[in-house]
């Protein structure tokens, strides 16, 4: 819709305050498929900042400590607790990086963690069954 106000004011150094008046008031109907104006369409764009969750993989990590043998559950802890911290700072991209590398941590500290377990069955399994 194109508005087009006219409006008059008494002058600034007059004293008094300013008096506004609408002479003028133009509507124009907006016809389907036909510009209404010269002036190219505007877009208004919104970013929206979403909060971008980082996992810090804190529990996998406190489980890995309590049930790995190797230090690896535990320096995975260390890096999940630094990520943490990064993210309460607002520091996502260092916050990722702790995470990453706590992930691929724990990561080794189960699978570590599952072929000990292994070995620690099928070890003696293989010495009793010898000792028949």
């Not at 208004?44 to 979403?50: E, N, R």
């Not at 500290?109 to 377990?117: E, F, K, P, R, V």
């Amino acid at each position: 819709m194109n508005h087009a106000v006219q409006t008059f004011f008494s002058p600034v150094n007059s004293g008094q305050p300013l008096n506004y008046e609408m002479l003028k008031e133009e509507h124009e109907v907006a016809v389907p498929g036909v510009p209404h104006s010269p002036a190219p369409p505007t877009s208004t764009v919104i970013h929206i900042c979403s909060e971008t969750s980082v996992p810090d993989h804190v529990v996998w990590s406190l489980f890995n400590t309590f049930m790995n043998p190797c230090c690896l559950g535990f320096i995975a802890f260390t890096y999940s607790v630094k990520s943490r911290d990064r993210k309460m700072v607002g520091d996502l991209t260092g916050a990722q990086a702790y995470a990453s590398t706590a992930k691929c941590l724990n990561i080794w500290a189960l699978i570590l963690g599952i072929l000990m377990t292994i070995l620690l069955i099928v070890i003696p399994v293989l010495i009793i069954q010898a000792h028949r």
